[in-house]
């Protein structure tokens, strides 16, 4: 059966960090996509209602072939289609232990965290040391520190990820990572290490040059 045609819809590479997930996602899938790019801040915004059902993005569209095309939106479920689409590659963790944990600490990524976001959006392109962290905000920094220790304390020896190889889990905090950069968030340890990790990864670089080059183009 011949694998259907991919397009990711996307928004600003600077801005959008539930974007960033599936896309993500996608290149360690190995699969062909295509990627359509709305710029979140400008006149493109009121064209998203045409590329999902949400209005929203991530969305995936999936056109099989001889058959209908149909959506796959929400940054979570566009993931869990691209590990059943594409089990080779394996997204999750193989051991279930691990699978069951990665799927833990990604939905309270996807679901928490919500004073962080509020607080220090992502913005790859720009740095602002000094930026004021109230208490809810160092809460939950020390909350991902955590989870990023014991995560890599406990797979350290199978990889420089998560859970060794790179995988869902860090589509899901990859984002954290351009954050903390961003506001000279301090960490230590297995945490810096692993931030470390994230930022050099080839993908991760990929996306950033192309943030700078969005930026660069924007009318000032």
């Not at 290149?27 to 493109?44: H, V, Y």
């Not at 809460?139 to 990820?161: L, N, P, T, Y």
Request: proline share 6%; glycine share 4%.
């Amino acid at each position: 059966m011949a694998t259907p045609q991919l397009t990711l819809s996307i928004g600003s590479r600077n801005y959008s960090s539930w974007s960033l997930r599936p896309w993500l996602a996608l290149r360690l899938s190995g699969l062909a996509f295509e990627t359509r790019l709305f710029d979140l801040k400008g006149p493109e915004r009121a064209q998203i209602a045409s590329a999902s059902p949400s209005g929203l993005v991530p969305c995936l569209t999936v056109r099989p072939q001889g058959s209908p095309e149909y959506f796959v939106w929400d940054s979570l479920g566009i993931c869990e289609f691209l590990a059943e689409m594409a089990p080779e590659a394996q997204l999750w963790p193989a051991e279930p232990r691990a699978r069951a944990w990665a799927r833990s600490v990604s939905s309270e990524m996807h679901s928490g965290f919500a004073e962080l976001r509020r607080t220090c959006p992502m913005d790859i392109v720009n740095r602002y040391p000094g930026h004021a962290i109230n208490d809810e905000t160092a809460k939950q920094i020390a909350r991902i520190s955590k989870i990023w220790s014991e995560c890599r304390e406990a797979h350290r020896d199978k990889g420089d990820f998560l859970f060794g190889s790179f995988s869902i889990a860090d589509c899901f905090y990859a984002p954290v990572v351009t954050r903390f950069h961003t506001y000279d968030v301090r960490l230590s340890g297995l945490a810096a290490e692993y931030a470390a990790a994230v930022r050099s990864w080839a993908a991760m670089q990929e996306w950033s040059a192309e943030a700078q080059r969005e930026e660069n183009a924007r009318p000032t």
